[in-house]
């Protein structure tokens, strides 16, 4: 396996298609190169995985039932603007191919296209962004998105899925702060925790890492302080 294959076999992708066939041909085509590769039918479906799933790149077609791509890529890129962004369309007009621009679409493919070729391209971008998913944290700790690992002065610490959600969304922006309310849409969604269900799950994860690491701010929310 190569360099670039083993950064591809790291990566959680979310592809959004409501052609079945389509969706479901892709998932064997490419699929099995991922770490995880997850399907939604429309843009509110693909919005709501992507806040569930957390994925490290989104490929999407444009025209769906009711919440286009391009307007799932919209609040993506309001959520996570560092998310890689792919398109596949059979639209090729400038108007499209600029409104794609306008999202921050990383790469715009025109159907048909091939697989393989796509591929191709991901192994290229998997490689980029294992390169910058080394995050250093006040006082002393680092944070490994690429392998989703968290160390303090070289000794990992174990986390959940639901703490390394929290904690890459608050590193996704410098200065990002949680609220109550955020955490718990992130967090539980579909579902009313109660305030101190969050003060719970801060408590464990502080137990757990040092309460240096989640910081907070009165009238703020939550955050970590990255260097």
């Known amino acids: 396996m190569t ?3 083993e950064a591809l076999k790291r990566l959680k992708v979310l592809y959004v298609e409501d052609e079945k066939s389509l969706a479901e041909m892709m998932e064997r085509a490419i699929g099995r190169h991922f770490s995880a590769f ?24 444009i025209t769906m039932p009711g919440m286009d791509g391009l307007e799932m890529g ?11 962004l792919i398109v596949l369309s059979a639209y090729s007009d400038k108007e499209k191919l600029l409104s794609a621009i306008d999202v921050g679409v990383s790469k715009y493919y025109i159907k048909p296209f091939d697989p393989e ?3 191709e391209y991901l192994e290229v971008l998997a490689t980029r962004l294992a390169a910058r998913q080394q995050v250093s944290i006040r006082p ?5 998105r690429y392998h989703r690992r968290l160390t ?26 949680l ?15 109660t305030d101190d269900a969050v003060r719970v799950f801060i408590n464990r994860l502080r137990n ?6 989640i910081r907070n701010k009165a009238g703020e929310g939550y955050y970590v302080e990255p260097v």
């Open 38 to 61: 997850r399907l939604a039918a429309d843009g509110e479906e693909g919005l709501e995985l992507f806040r569930s799933f957390r994925p490290d790149l989104v490929i999407t077609d």
């Open 3 to 5: 360099r670039q294959q």
């Open 208 to 213: 757990k890492a040092g309460r240096e690491l």
């Open 140 to 144: 002393d700790y680092r944070y490994d």
């Open 74 to 84: 919209r609040q993506i890129h309001a959520i996570s603007p560092e998310t890689p």
């Open 117 to 119: 070729e796509l591929l």
């Open 152 to 177: 303090r002065k070289e000794e990992p610490i174990p986390l959940t899925d639901r703490e390394q959600r929290f904690l890459e969304t608050l590193l996704e922006e410098p200065g990002n702060f």
């Open 179 to 193: 609220d109550t309310a955020a955490i718990k849409s992130l967090l539980w969604p579909g579902e009313e925790p």
